[in-house]
């Protein structure tokens, strides 16, 4: 969901010429107010912009004690904290929040740096965003997901567990992704998936109509598969075309038979008693189950690990 648009270099923050009428390097065009609230103005991509960007430390450091405005944004709502967090520049992110930059700023798709952090795979990033009071469940619009979504969807299980214990809502609903769960499983991240589901996330979810199960099925991840079924998801599901999950197989390969097998044979006490556990205990699943000082194959099995 999140993309990087470079400005072209026409469109950078010029050095100064020798021309005592040319503008300093503090002194940036403004040719409209923000629509997003008093955050700064709109501006074509600025030195403060570049040194965030590319983890220019100390110049970032220089340019905020000469006065540059920190919230400042280019004509895509995009301002120097969304550019340090999409390249996981750390040391850039502290000084920008630390100088008052606006931790939840939309860009005008709808990114904060937060789901710009997790798209980057950032844990540093986020956590100190979240620390600073960044929204974990930002409004979903048509155009982003939220920063579990984004976690899920490039397979970054460090952020997918930062978030959770952020208090990131595990069904929040993407027009383009689902559920994270089903975003997890569209891109084949089995740790993502494997972590949500231990967190409590519905794993029989639709997505008009269909679940996460139809898409494991459609990408032939037998691995998927197995754990899907493991916490309850049902093989017998129809999507809107009436397909279950076994439709979207190739007969005789190995997703096919094994959803078969999950088809014909009826679910083991043990296996009932896991599927129940999680939906009981649906977040608190790991913190209970670990306190229980159960052996470490029981435990395997409940978690699915």
């Known amino acids: 969901m999140i993309s990087v648009q470079r400005a072209s270099s026409s ?25 997003f609230g008093e955050i700064g103005l709109w501006a074509v991509r600025t030195a403060v912009h570049e040194a965030a960007f590319f983890g220019h430390t100390l110049l970032l450091r220089q340019l905020i004690q000469s006065g540059a405005p920190v919230n400042i944004v280019n004509s895509d709502n995009i301002t120097p904290l969304h550019d340090a967090c999409i390249q996981g520049q750390i040391q850039c992110v502290r000084l920008l929040l630390d100088a008052g930059a606006q931790v939840d700023i939309r860009t005008v798709h709808g990114s904060t740096a937060l789901c710009n952090a997790c798209a980057a795979g950032s844990p540093e990033c986020a956590k100190l965003l979240l620390e600073y009071g960044a929204t974990a469940n930002p409004t979903l ?23 959770i214990a952020g208090g990131a ?22 740790d993502c998936a494997r972590v949500l589901l231990n967190a409590g996330a519905k794993v029989n979810a639709a997505w008009f109509h269909k679940m996460a199960l139809h898409f494991a099925a459609k990408e032939n991840n037998v691995d998927l598969i197995e754990m899907l079924v493991a916490f309850g998801g049902n093989v017998h599901a129809t999507d809107n075309r009436g397909k279950k999950p076994i439709d979207y197989t190739r007969p005789g390969s190995p997703s096919a038979l094994c959803l078969e097998f999950s088809e014909r044979t009826p679910l083991s006490l043990q296996h009932l008693c896991r599927s129940t556990l999680c939906k009981t205990l649906g977040k608190r699943m790991l913190e209970v189950t670990s306190k229980l000082g159960l052996p470490f194959g029981m435990l395997s099995y409940l978690t699915c690990s």
């Open 169 to 190: 809502q595990l069904e929040a609903f993407d027009i383009h992704f689902g559920t994270p769960l089903h975003a997890a499983c569209m891109k084949q991240h089995v």
């Open 11 to 35: 469109n950078f923050c010029h050095i100064p010429s020798k021309d005592k009428h040319a503008p300093n390097e503090m002194e940036i065009e403004a040719t409209r107010p923000s629509f």
């Open 141 to 163: 619009t048509a155009l982003t997901a939220t920063p579990l979504h984004e976690a899920c969807i490039r397979g970054n299980v460090d952020c997918v567990q930062l978030m």
